[in-house]
């Protein structure tokens, strides 16, 4: 008998090898042609915007890092504004500008803080008196002295609106780190994707370049939202812009190294999704907006469904087995002997579920072969580079804490609990 139960999860099951087959089918087709790159000749002036708040374990080096920059520095401007920390943060900052007075470093302290990041750096690009701005959060860091260029260069047309690099985790040490380390690769694997269909979702903090003018013109970054930068992203996309993901440069990002802070951090990051999905609903399935909205809004939107249902099933078929086995041992006394005198073992080729088995099998089988595309592509690593503990907790049981997260964030949203940034 087909239950309820089993109507969804076959559902999800559709949905999940759809997306699944449609990206490998991209992988293997390659997209559209990249175009050349241009070798910038006349060097523009670039403002880069670093929005700080209680950052004194990382803003020396992240500061350190953009003046290695091989890049006249008579175009850079780097506003830096803190937003009331109560650590050393601008103790240190300060330092590095009096050792560096060849540069153009602006630091502004704001008296009161807790805004969110949106504040700063609309702060920041007020200010902004480059060609390009660029926002860089203050736990990243640069280790190619030619990113800006790398990345300047990919402004082949005059609607790219923003060029994106690449990111990779900054020393991951920690068993939650390195699981980190895998994920953050299929992602950057699956946004190079994107970007062949033109359909980036997200530009992120560390290093994004974004055309000034442009961003100014779709109205800055909205203060209401606590991932600002998917916001904004959604909002070019809306207004027909392009944005570019590179594999190369890379940018050094630090993550959560608990599980404590990773929920804390995917919980901001999935209800701030939720939030820009619910703004922008009008993206969804309308084709003005080209793959944007007819695959990448619906994907992103599914996936916040996709994971709940998996978790409830995951839930729902381990405790349904276990709870008739409670029940039988409570109706003989919690007898373990007699229960197991009564024992017994059927087995039968027809009552494997094959359907199930396969699709799963399929869907796994396409993750690992992307996972080690990403690795070959983007970290030039082998398969288990960070230990095979942190890569099979990530290939089998790190979604279910994924999955954990986007439940409680859909809770906490429907019962009007919205943190701020």
Not at 285 to 304: H, R, T, W
Not at 316 to 333: E, R, S, T
Request: charged share 20%.
């Amino acid at each position: 008998m087909i239950t309820f139960m089993d109507v969804i999860i076959w559902i999800t099951y559709i949905v999940s090898l759809y997306f699944t087959i449609f990206w490998f089918l991209v992988f293997l087709d390659g997209g559209a042609p990249e175009l050349k790159k241009k070798r910038i000749k006349i060097f523009p002036l670039v403002t880069i915007a670093i929005p700080v708040w209680n950052e004194e374990k990382t803003i020396g080096e992240t500061l350190r890092s953009v003046l290695m920059l091989d890049y006249p520095k008579e175009k850079l401007e780097i506003l830096i504004v803190n937003d009331a920390s109560t650590d050393r943060t601008r103790e240190i900052i300060e330092s590095i500008i009096k050792q560096n007075p060849g540069y153009n470093i602006k630091l502004v302290n704001n008296k009161e803080g807790g805004k969110g990041k949106a504040y700063p750096m609309n702060q920041m690009l007020e200010m902004a008196k480059g060609e390009y701005f660029v926002n860089l959060d203050a736990d990243s860091k640069l280790v190619d002295s030619k990113t800006l260029k790398k990345l300047l260069d990919k402004f082949t047309t005059e609607d790219t609106a923003a060029v994106l690099p690449c990111m990779k985790v900054w020393s991951p040490d920690s068993f939650w780190e390195k699981v980190q380390h895998y994920e953050f690769l299929m992602y950057m694997f699956y946004k190079r994707l994107f970007g062949k269909l033109d359909c980036v979702h997200v530009c992120p903090g560390p290093f994004s370049v974004y055309k000034t003018d442009i961003v100014r013109k779709v109205g800055g970054f909205d203060t209401k939202n606590m991932t600002e930068d998917m916001e904004l992203t959604f909002r070019l996309q809306k207004f027909g812009y392009k944005i570019v993901q590179t594999l190369n440069p890379v940018v050094y990002t630090k993550l959560p190294c608990t599980l404590k802070g990773v929920r804390k951090q995917r919980n901001r990051w999935f209800k701030g999704t939720i939030i820009t999905l619910l703004k922008h609903k009008d993206m969804c399935l309308n084709k003005k907006y080209g793959d944007f909205g007819m695959i990448m809004y619906p994907m992103v939107a599914l996936s916040c469904i996709v994971a709940t249902i998996m978790l409830i099933a995951t839930a729902y078929f381990w405790i349904k087995p276990n709870a008739l086995f409670l029940h039988d041992l409570y109706f003989v006394g919690f007898d373990f002997m007699v229960l197991i005198r009564h024992m017994t073992f059927n087995f039968s080729f027809y009552d494997l579920e094959i359907g199930t088995i396969l699709t799963a099998f399929i869907i796994l089988g396409v993750s690992l072969l992307f996972i080690v595309k990403a690795l070959q592509h983007i970290a030039g690593e082998k398969l288990l580079s960070k230990g095979a503990i942190p890569f099979g907790f990530f290939l089998f049981f790190y979604f279910l804490i994924i999955a954990f997260i986007w439940l409680e964030v859909s809770i906490e949203l429907i019962r009007g609990k919205v943190q701020k940034w």
